[in-house]
């Protein structure tokens, strides 16, 4: 009767030939000798014929041996490299995945270099809003998974920290008088909410200097002295310092750095990119939470 090839009696044969030695496929393929050896007898079993010989010298070929040598390595090369074609349409996929300002600015590079190692064929669409607007994109399923900044953690979030918020100033900035003078970012913005709510709770004048799109504009304003803003202290520059109480402004509340998903990931791509950023939160602050999904 027929019987078709084992490939792991295969892979194993294969091994014991091109290490010659058992005791080196055992640890090659983490199993034990014994298990290399009964591997063997079952491959020769199969095909009816020895195949290796034990010498005191090691593990040698049969003339048979050198023949299917030859056949294994082009049997094995061949699955192996379907396997990894295979796995490569699996990750051919599209990521929608939705950032705000400060988690590209702390550092988005390690992350896009690993996911790319692992998913080459993948395609990743990355979209930076404030926390509000991808929110709704998440919503209504324009972005698979977005890192969410709030005051508090949000439903549904898989992995998530805690982030110390503050005010900073530019080191030259002379000592506030009268209303304190800000730098914000537009309306709707978590680190606008957050200033002026603190300093409504205290009773504190200001005024808004400047309105700032984006982060690099509030650095710049910040650093040239016009006025103080808000930002996480990982954010925090050479030419700038923290400012407080002495400085008549209160103290900020931490916020929430989340990731939250529409739903179970689509693809494998989207697994692995939803298991980098969650890596990235819990690695880079304190009181991390994290759940699986």
Known sequence: MHRDLDLSLLRTFFTIAVTGSFTAASHQLFRTQPAISLRLKRLEDIIGLPLIRRGTDGASLTREGHLVLGYAKRILTLHDELMRRV????????????????????GLEKILRDFAADCPSASLTIDVKMSRELDTCLQDGRLD?????????????RTGRRVPVAWVAGEQMPPSRGAVRLVLPSEGNLYRRMALSALAKNDATWEIVCTATNWDSTKSAVLAGIGVSVAPLDMVTPGMRLVGREDGLPPLPEMWMSLVCRAQPASLAERRLTELLAQSLVAEGVGATQRTA
């Open 87 to 106: 796995r490569s349409v699996e990750f051919a996929e599209v990521v929608r995945v939705g950032l705000p300002e400060e988690y590209t600015a702390l």
């Open 145 to 157: 998974l977005i890192v969410n900044a709030s005051l508090a953690e949000p439903e549904g979030s």
